[in-house]
């Protein structure tokens, strides 16, 4: 979001070593492994906070390694925030991590502190931290679990309660807020995306092609599209059960992203893409006969509006996406899309439908595009977010 920021703004983005990263959840950025500062445009810096490997071991026991982090990585944003003197702090999450080092800071040094409360942050981590209760049910375990979420929701609590100023992306997160007793400065402004770069008419035959030539897709093959985690918290379950279902329907389902889910031969129509550079984001969206937005159930995914679902629309790409509060009050069902409760038997029929009646399909995409650039183009949302981060602006200093 900050990097929609007029130039006059100037921006810096600290950026901490993954927590996913030093669990070995992934492997850790190459950015990460020696102080690292990158000029991104002429107002936008990054500033890459490394992490000798002698603190890294610790994370084996996740509580020792994260209380060491803290401590290394507070004494190094310290450092920075002092060196580039910025106005206003801005948390990319309330979490227990990045969010606790950047409140912390930022009210030692009486700085404007504002809240992106874009996630349900401690849900979101309990998603994907293991401890193992699921498989030995072991009753230490449980406890466990249930003792670090109470930290986690405390400090994300805490946070939002003493922010300047909080920012949520979707009501679910406002309503959260005044649940909790925030009764005031809390603003939604919802995720956005840029519609100079994900402009369907820059977007042409010759980059369908590619694609299909690449993963080795026939012309009479539709294209069903998913972009995200490859984990079961993530939702893409319900995609390889519905895949599963339309086995031998002439259908390729692309997976763009990153997690534990691996490709199996006995799953001949889903292509595993892997990672892709946010720019080619794009292409893959215009090579896309229909484009899945699926989320679970639950807080994290009833409190989220996801950016891939702002991207697919802004692309006049038919969606079916899951019915969560979030994402609702992004797209009226059979609109701008095609919302389905959490059912690979309904998923699997809207795709059959839709993939068949290619006039909906254009319809539903045309929707899309109108409504995202009449509501959530950045350069109609970064007008509320400068008002925010600076109400009473003076000198231009960093955010």
């Not at 849900?123 to 293991?130: G, H, I, Q, R």
């Not at 809390?186 to 100079?196: E, N």
């Not at 259908?251 to 992203?257: A, E, M, N």
């Amino acid at each position: 979001m900050l990097t929609r920021l007029p130039e006059h703004y100037e921006v810096h983005f600290i950026v901490f070593p993954p927590s996913r990263a030093l669990l070995g959840m992934i492997p850790l950025p190459a950015e990460h492994l020696k102080e690292t500062h990158v000029t991104l445009k002429e107002n936008i810096k990054a500033h890459y906070i490394s992490l000798p490997t002698f603190l890294r071991a610790p994370w084996r026991n996740y509580l020792l390694g994260y209380l060491l982090t803290l401590l290394y990585v507070s004494r190094k944003v310290v450092q920075e925030i002092r060196r580039i003197n910025p106005q206003v702090i801005t948390l990319n999450y309330p979490s227990a991590y990045t969010g606790l080092v950047g409140f912390s800071i930022g009210k030692l040094l009486n700085r404007r502190v504002v809240a992106d409360f874009n996630d349900m942050i401690a849900e979101y981590t309990m998603s994907f931290l293991d401890y193992g209760t699921e498989s030995s049910g072991k009753m230490a375990n449980r406890i466990s679990k249930d003792i670090t979420r109470k930290i986690l929701t405390t400090i994300q609590d805490y946070i939002i309660s003493n922010a300047d100023a909080v920012i949520a992306v979707t009501n679910q997160i406002v309503d959260y807020c005044k649940l909790h007793g925030i009764r005031k400065d809390v603003y939604l402004i919802p995720d956005g995306v840029d519609v100079k770069i994900f402009d369907p008419e820059r977007y042409f035959g010759d980059v369908t092609n590619k694609i299909r030539n690449e993963y080795d897709i026939k012309e009479h093959e539709k294209i069903v599209v998913y972009i995200g985690r490859l984990e079961k918290w993530a939702g893409v379950q319900i995609v390889l059960r519905c895949a599963e279902k339309l086995k031998g329907s002439n259908i390729k389902f692309l997976l763009i992203g990153e997690g534990t889910l691996k490709p199996s031969p006995q799953m001949p129509s889903v292509i595993f893409c892997g990672r892709i550079p946010h720019e080619q984001v794009p292409m893959y969206l215009a090579a896309a006969d229909l484009v899945l937005v699926p989320m679970e159930h639950d807080v994290v995914g009833n409190s989220a509006g996801p950016l891939k679902l702002f991207e697919a629309m802004a692309m006049k790409k038919a969606i079916i996406a899951s019915n969560t509060r979030g994402i609702s009050e992004v797209i009226t069902n059979n609109v701008e899309g095609v919302l389905v409760p959490q059912d690979e038997n309904l998923w699997a029929e809207a795709i059959k439908q839709l993939l068949k009646n290619s006039s909906r399909a254009s319809e539903l995409g045309e929707n899309a595009s109108r409504r995202i650039r009449a509501e959530f183009d950045w350069s109609v949302l970064v007008n509320r977010l400068a008002a925010i981060l600076l109400p009473a602006e003076g000198a231009k200093r960093p955010c």
